[in-house]
């Protein structure tokens, strides 16, 4: 709607998580460079936790794209409480057969396919997102899992992206053997107020526009509302810029994101601001 009158080719703030689109906060590129560690030094378990909207699947998924054809990589997103097997998801993930077979059976399997890729060469990885929502015994399953290897290799290689719930979690004293296999951890908080302002300016340059759009003061209001949560930052500005089109803006000042605001809370459906 608003892409041609601003000079944009796209939208700059889907919450759809787009890696081109992925801000590189100092945070971020520690989180980025640990996970990267992680996998190229085999370690066992990566673990990433922030709040809702604040990056985790975005920057996972950059991390997938930079991978070459030497890593083989599943991918598990539908976790709850209520997993009654685990590894049926994970062999689903890698494209393995599971149907018609008992635990012992899907294990043995499981254990063959880890073999052949590491005879060919490849390593395998393991993602498994909203990871606070599995149980212990299911976190304890995956600790079994990799225990599989090859000499002093390390066979799969599993990366935890979840919300702060699941420190605490992992916290728990049952699951203290799994906590130390753990090599790589970090924790994405939401962005600081200067990195707001750097972050509406990227996301509006990736998507075309070169000149600022938004005004400080609006920036300012924006990043008080939305915590630092990128996700809700998104949701205003996206918001902010029909508003801007539809009374022909030129720019979108601290007047119009509080006239989102207030229609919001006047008039929406949640009678909430983003955050």
């Known amino acids: 709607m608003y892409e041609t009158y601003y000079g944009l080719k796209e939208k700059p703030f889907s919450i759809q998580p787009d890696p081109d689109f992925l801000f590189m906060s100092k945070r971020h590129r520690l989180a980025f460079t640990m996970l990267e560690y992680g996998i190229q030094n085999r370690v066992a378990f990566s673990v990433i936790c922030g709040e809702i909207g604040c990056g985790k699947t975005t920057l996972v998924r950059k991390l997938l794209a930079s991978l070459d054809d030497s890593v083989t990589v599943g ?111 970090f924790f994405l908080p939401p962005l600081r107020g200067p990195e707001v302002a750097e972050y509406i300016r990227y ?45 022909e803006a030129a720019a979108i000042d601290s007047s119009l994101v509080q006239e989102v605001l207030q229609d919001r809370k006047d008039y929406g459906i949640l009678r909430s601001d983003p955050a």
């Open 203 to 247: 996301r509006l340059s990736v998507a075309g526009r070169k000149q600022d759009l938004f005004t400080d003061d609006a920036i300012a209001l924006i990043s008080h509302v939305s915590g630092g949560v990128p996700r809700s930052i998104n949701i205003l500005c996206d918001t902010a810029l029909v508003y801007g089109y539809a009374a």
């Open 75 to 185: 991918l598990v997103y539908n976790t709850h409480t209520d997993i009654a097997d685990l590894l049926e998801w994970i062999m689903l993930a890698f494209g393995q057969p599971y149907q018609a077979a008992t635990q012992v059976e899907r294990y043995d399997r499981f254990q063959r396919f880890l073999l052949a890729e590491y005879a060919a060469r490849r390593r395998v990885v393991l993602v498994v997102d909203e990871a606070q929502n599995l149980s212990a015994s299911a976190l304890e399953s995956l600790r079994m899992l990799s225990n599989i290897n090859a000499d002093k290799d390390q066979l799969l290689q599993v990366v935890l992206v979840g919300q702060p719930q699941l420190k605490a979690l992992l916290a728990r004293p049952e699951l203290h053997q799994f906590t130390q296999r753990i090599g790589v951890d």
